[in-house]
């Protein structure tokens, strides 16, 4: 267990997420989380996630802003399942109402 992963949620809260700005202000879940290849997390508070809708122009800072992962499970509590699951792409499932691993 990291220094900040709490034994209750499973994951490290305080880490960050690189996360579509759309996130703060539409109520309907993102779309797509993704885990990056720890090669490709350099920071020690950059959790490795992407969290976005998956129709953004690109993945730089005009679409994109950290965000923690906290703060985006308490906003959107489904997360919670992918975070803890530490790895992977996910797509929302609407008819699911939660996130699937997708292939």
Same mark, same amino acid.
């Given at each position: 267990? !990291?220094?900040? @992963?709490?034994?209750?949620?499973?994951?490290?809260?305080?880490?960050? *997420? +690189? &996360?579509?700005?759309?996130? %703060?202000?539409?109520?309907?879940?993102?779309?797509?989380?993704?885990?990056?290849?720890? @090669?490709?997390? $350099? /920071?020690? #508070?950059?959790?490795? +996630? $992407?969290?976005?809708?998956?129709?953004?122009?690109? =993945?730089?800072?005009?679409?994109? @802003?950290?965000?923690?992962?906290? /703060? =985006? #499970?308490?906003? %959107?509590?489904? =997360? /919670? /399942?992918?975070?803890?699951?530490? !790895?992977? &792409? +996910?797509? +929302?499932?609407? *008819?699911?109402?939660?996130?699937? !691993? *997708?292939?």
């Amino acid at each position: 267990m !990291s220094s900040g @992963e709490s034994a209750d949620v499973g994951y490290d809260e305080s880490q960050h *997420a +690189w &996360t579509s700005k759309r996130a %703060f202000v539409n109520a309907a879940p993102p779309r797509v989380v993704s885990k990056r290849p720890p @090669e490709h997390v $350099t /920071e020690a #508070a950059d959790s490795g +996630w $992407t969290v976005g809708y998956g129709d953004e122009p690109g =993945l730089g800072p005009d679409e994109f @802003e950290w965000s923690p992962v906290g /703060e =985006l #499970a308490e906003r %959107f509590p489904r =997360l /919670e /399942e992918v975070f803890r699951a530490g !790895s992977g &792409t +996910w797509r +929302w499932s609407n *008819a699911d109402d939660r996130y699937v !691993s *997708a292939p």
